[in-house]
């Protein structure tokens, strides 16, 4: 398992090719307001960080996560469950 400052970097460079409009990301950016993406860039992001992590994230946890900070989390969340 890796620490969360690792995880956040990665998470980090797999929203870069999704960032369209090059916003500033942080832990609190929020995917539907901030980065302005649809249902469909938002599912295309979360495969890849389930491919990234090799972890399977349900359609209703990845519903309710709104920020950067949130995937960070559930991500960790996901890896303390293997």
């Not at 990301?25 to 495969?47: G, I, K, P």
Request: no cysteine; hydrophobic share 40%; aromatic share 6%.
């Amino acid at each position: 398992m890796q620490d969360r400052d690792e995880t956040r970097t990665r998470i980090l460079q797999l929203i870069d090719p999704f960032n369209k409009k090059g916003v500033a990301v942080d832990e609190s950016t929020q995917f539907q307001r901030d980065l302005e993406w649809d249902s469909l860039t938002a599912m295309d992001f979360v495969a890849s960080v389930e491919d990234e992590f090799d972890i399977l994230i349900s359609m209703n946890r990845a519903a309710e996560i709104e920020t950067v900070g949130q995937m960070v989390d559930a991500v960790g969340q996901l890896q303390g469950e293997r």
